[in-house]
Each structure stands twice: as structure tokens, then as C-alpha cells.
Nanobody, 114 residues
């Protein structure tokens, strides 16, 4: 079955960086668009970024554009999210998502605080 396992979250100071990873299994990873979503405390889940199956095109939410970079390594069945210049409002649980069939990982907590 489809499995998406996120890692790399943690506590970071404002202005810092974190790199998230998502290990995918149970499907042919290179065939599918993948995405990152997040959910902050008391808020609905929101789109962060997406990437096409071969990584040739990306889309970002306005709130993270220029600070976050989504990428993938199809040979490793892995999705990444590089987050720079982090702000307290980036605090959330970050989820790896395969949008076409609604599969979500369990999420990884990112906390931006001094």
C-alpha cells in the first residue's frame, strides 16, 4: 500500500533553515505529482508547494515563494522541502501528499521560535 513517511522537522529560530524529506513506497513514485501541505494550530490545512512527476515544474504558495524549495529524487523515491528564512508563522505540521488519490503522510512538526 501507499506509504509516505516525513522526517526532518524540529525546532528552529526565526531566520533559520530546515530540510524535510518524505520517503515514498508502495507505488511508482516517478509517475506522480507530489506536494507538501501544512496545518498550523487552529487552522485548516493549506497548500505549500507541488512538483511534477519529473521535477520540471513547481508551484508555491505565495506565503513561501522565494523561501522554500520543493524537489525530488525519483531514483530514491524521495520528496524534499528546503525551508529557508523561516518565520514563526511557518510553525505547523508539514505533510507529504500524493494529490491524485489523497494519500497523506503522518506529518512532521516544524516549530519556528526564539
Amino acid at each position: 500500500q501507499v506509504q509516505l513517511v516525513e522526517s526532518g522537522g524540529g525546532l528552529v529560530q526565526p531566520g533559520g533553515s530546515l530540510s524535510l524529506s518524505c520517503a515514498a513506497s508502495g507505488f511508482v513514485f516517478r509517475r506522480y505529482v507530489m506536494a507538501w501541505y501544512r496545518q498550523a494550530p487552529g487552522k485548516q490545512r493549506e497548500f505549500v508547494a507541488s512538483i511534477t512527476s519529473y521535477g520540471d515544474s513547481t508551484v508555491y504558495a505565495d506565503s513561501v515563494k522565494g523561501r522554500f524549495t520543493i524537489s525530488r529524487a525519483n531514483a530514491k523515491n524521495t520528496l524534499y522541502l528546503q525551508m529557508n528564512s523561516l518565520k514563526p508563522e511557518d510553525t505547523a505540521v508539514y505533510y507529504c501528499v500524493r494529490p491524485d488519490n489523497g494519500n497523506w503522510g503522518q506529518g512532521t512538526q516544524v516549530t519556528v521560535s526564539s
